[in-house]
């Protein structure tokens, strides 16, 4: 079972807005910065956005400033994305990841702990 799980994703048109969340049970997450990914069809998975464990720093991939925000409450343990004004070019899976590295990292193998991924596709 992955130690994260996300939900949101679904089927929204161009312009739409969709609030991923991703949960998990192990307290200790509270302590990893942690990001989102994802992958579109026939592409490499990618950094999306990310913050640190303590909510205080984000960072963001240039194709999704101003329109994604990522936050995270660790007092239920979970991990936000709000995502506005949807292209087709945001359609992909995308995931939650956790890292216990002392910085935070846009370095997907510097992830130690990934959920399953949700569907995100944005239609013309």
């Known amino acids: 079972q992955a130690p994260l799980a996300e939900s949101g994703g679904g089927l929204v048109q161009t312009g739409g807005s969709l609030r991923l969340s991703c949960v998990t049970s192990?307290?200790?997450?509270?302590?990893?910065?942690m990001a989102w990914f994802r992958r579109a069809p026939g592409k490499e998975r990618e950094f999306v956005s990310g913050?640190?464990?303590?909510?205080?720093?984000?960072d963001y991939t240039d194709a999704v400033k101003g329109r994604f925000t990522i936050s995270r409450d660790n007092a239920i343990l979970t991990l936000y994305l709000e995502m506005n004004g949807l292209t087709p070019e945001d359609t992909a899976v995308y995931y939650c990841?956790?890292?216990?590295?002392?910085?935070?990292?846009?370095?997907?193998?510097?992830?130690?702990?990934w959920g399953q991924g949700t569907q995100v596709t944005v239609s013309s």
């Open positions: 990841a956790a890292t216990n590295s002392y910085d935070p990292t846009r370095l997907e193998d510097q992830y130690d702990y």
């Open positions: 192990r307290r200790s997450f509270s302590l990893y910065h």
């Open positions: 913050i640190t464990w303590d909510g205080t720093s984000t």
